[in-house]
């Protein structure tokens, strides 16, 4: 009768257990019990069966979040198992959260770049770090590489990749060839981030043969945290197993590769050798004048600076091509403002970009309706109140600019790609803090100017040359993985405009 005690003492511990988390989740769940939200589908996974429902119908988190802001109002509460979320779009709170208070990010929703398979990924990059002070202070050496007076000097390197990207799509351009403009965007972007960043040829724009191993790489990591955010349990099916490893050789190799450009560009710095006045060299001279810095997080940097200057640019270009397709009047006008203030010029400066308005306008609302990375998290240093609803300290609150965009309340008709709603004139002012595509604060996007004005520069120069026509089986709908970007790729066929004919 041995195995009936053995069996007897397993399903005691196994109810032990059950009782133990089952009295954990109630306990924590209990001090948000004033708020409203969704009902739980299941006790233990809370709303995970929610988001896989809404996973399934190809829709994506900031749907679902929206659907819930819409349904339960400007603060509502959702549990992924034992842990509990809030979600806010009062314009007060995304305030207090992102400027005034200066609350840290969350680390529980960085837990997935900052190790993704257990492989260090982000790490304590300016993106992941969330102590504060530590943040500030690498925040300050990192500045200077990003103020616009640095950025003018990378002016005539940008011009050369992008004019790479317009001599391929002039051959291309023949009204049948059908071309996926993500895919172009995301080989330009990548050849842009390691030239003017970190004195590197790529040549993805020019070279279509074989995907480098570097961009290999990052397209496979890219598709490891999608799969990770997307299911909680991925991880832990075996089946999925052999891509998880593949994605683990994925992320030592950037950080492998990256490493090696630092330690070369440092030799090159000590041995007095002609290095060139990029981002690299920047970090590099902050590393021997600040040998406290860890040089693990130097290149968990390096790796950020890579992948996220990369496809985020990338995803916003080709929805506001779809957008500027669907409103031919737009585009007409954008072009108008491009050949009155450029003409056929084929190097653009910053000068001649900041001049043209609209095209600023289009970009602002191309990032409302689509910013490629909606959403961001802060953790309250102390318990906080939003519309009467008392948020305890350290708990994971959720802004999206996505949502807010979305909203009726702050964007009338919110639909409509209407670029005027960001005109000087408008008679609804846009505040800060309804539109945030960059989030706000002390932690905005160190690379904010940089990519608007890559965004500005390759923009014009493609409505300068082309024409396009959007593929006709092309989804207007959006892909969620690490960003939002346009399903399908953005296909279309290209023409060159008449003044450029011949």
């Not at 233990?44 to 349904?71: I, Q, R, W």
């Not at 904010?448 to 890559?454: D, L, Q, V």
């Amino acid at each position: 009768m041995d195995w009936i005690f053995v069996l007897g003492v397993v399903i005691s511990v196994v109810l032990c257990v059950l009782t133990f988390i089952s009295i954990y989740i109630t306990h924590g769940r209990r001090k948000y019990s004033h708020i409203p939200g969704p009902p739980i589908d299941n006790f233990f996974l809370g709303h995970v069966p929610l988001f896989s429902k809404y996973v399934k119908e190809g829709k994506f988190f900031n749907a679902m979040t929206l659907d819930l802001c819409k349904k339960y109002g400007p603060v509502f509460k959702m549990n992924f198992m034992h842990s509990t979320f809030v979600f806010t779009s009062d314009p007060q709170a995304v305030r207090e959260l992102q400027i005034t208070g200066n609350h840290p990010k969350s680390y529980i929703t960085l837990e997935g770049i900052i190790y993704l398979f257990s492989e260090r990924f982000f790490g304590k990059s300016l993106v992941s770090e969330t102590d504060q002070k530590v943040w500030v202070w690498r925040r300050q050496l990192m500045n200077p590489c990003f103020q616009k007076s640095y950025l003018r000097g990378l002016e005539s390197a940008l011009n050369t990749e992008i004019d790479l990207l317009i001599t391929r799509l002039a051959g291309l351009a023949d009204g049948k060839t059908e071309v996926s403009m993500l895919d172009e965007f995301n080989h330009l972007t990548l050849d842009i981030i390691g030239k003017i960043a970190f004195g590197m040829q790529m040549n993805n724009v020019v070279n279509r043969t074989e995907k480098s191993e570097f961009t290999k790489a990052i397209q496979l990591c890219f598709r490891g945290i999608s799969e990770n955010v997307r299911n909680p349990f991925f991880k832990y099916n075996f089946f999925n197993w052999n891509f998880i490893n593949d994605v683990r050789k994925a992320l030592r190799f950037l950080r492998v590769f990256s490493k090696q450009c630092f330690e070369e560009r440092k030799a090159a710095i000590e041995r007095g050798d002609y290095t060139p006045d990029d981002i690299l060299n920047h970090i590099v001279k902050m590393k021997l004048e600040n040998p406290e810095l860890d040089d693990e997080v130097i290149v968990d940097d390096i790796i950020v600076f890579f992948v996220a200057g990369q496809e985020t640019t990338a995803c916003l270009l080709s929805f506001t091509m779809i957008c500027l397709w669907q409103n031919k009047d737009i585009l007409e006008r954008l072009r108008t403002e491009v050949f009155d203030i450029v003409g056929m010029k084929s190097y653009l400066s910053i000068e001649d970009v900041n001049k043209m308005k609209y095209l600023e306008m289009v970009i602002k609302e191309s990032l409302r309706l689509y910013p490629p990375g909606p959403n961001t998290f802060r953790e309250p240093k102390h318990d906080i109140e939003i519309l009467g609803y008392k948020i305890p300290a350290g708990t994971p609150v959720a802004m999206s600019t996505y949502v807010s965009s979305r909203l009726e309340e702050f964007f009338p008709d919110p639909l409509k790609f209407f670029p005027e709603r960001f005109s000087p004139n408008a008679e609804n002012k846009i505040t800060s803090y309804t539109y945030y595509p960059f989030t706000l604060g002390p932690r905005t996007c160190i690379g904010k100017s940089f990519a608007e004005i890559e965004a500005k520069i390759i923009l014009a120069k493609i409505i300068q040359r082309f024409n396009f026509e959007m593929d006709p089986d092309q989804s207007f709908d959006i892909e969620e993985s690490t960003t939002l970007k346009p399903e399908g790729g953005a296909v279309c066929t290209l023409t060159l405009c008449d003044s450029f004919e011949g």
